[in-house]
């Protein structure tokens, strides 16, 4: 059964760091690209990065672009989000996702174009 499991969500303060990882179970993650996706109460889900399945390719929402990088380590099937320089406003539950196309499309990084999802991951950042 394929699954994504994340992990490393938590409380940080503002300016503090983060990784996730997104863990690829009844799978092999190297011929899916991957994104991260985030949903704040309230809002709607936003894509915030995607990586294709070779690594070479990589996409960022203009909201994390310089403070946030995407990375996967296929030998361990684990695609992961580094977040620094984080901001309240990136509370939300984070979310993986794996997309049967090899590829990132362009922005903005599209939920529907991704078959499986992790069941999320909370990241809080506040004082």
């Known amino acids: 059964q394929l699954q994504l499991v994340e992990s490393g969500g938590g409380l940080v303060q503002p300016g503090g760091s983060l990784r996730l990882s997104c863990a690829a179970s009844g799978f092999t993650l190297d011929y899916y690209a991957i994104g991260w996706f985030r949903q704040a109460p309230g809002k709607e889900r936003e894509g915030v990065s995607c990586?294709?399945?070779?690594?070479?390719?990589?996409r960022y929402a203009d909201s994390v672009k310089g403070r946030f990088t995407i990375s996967r380590d296929n030998a361990k099937n684990t695609a992961y989000l580094q977040m620094n320089s984080l901001k309240p406003e990136d509370t939300a539950v984070y979310y993986c996702a794996a997309s049967a196309r090899l590829h990132c499309s362009g922005l903005p990084v599209e939920g529907s174009l991704f078959g499986s999802w992790g069941q999320g991951t909370q990241v809080t950042v506040s004082s």
């Open positions: 990586i294709s399945s070779g690594g070479g390719q990589t």
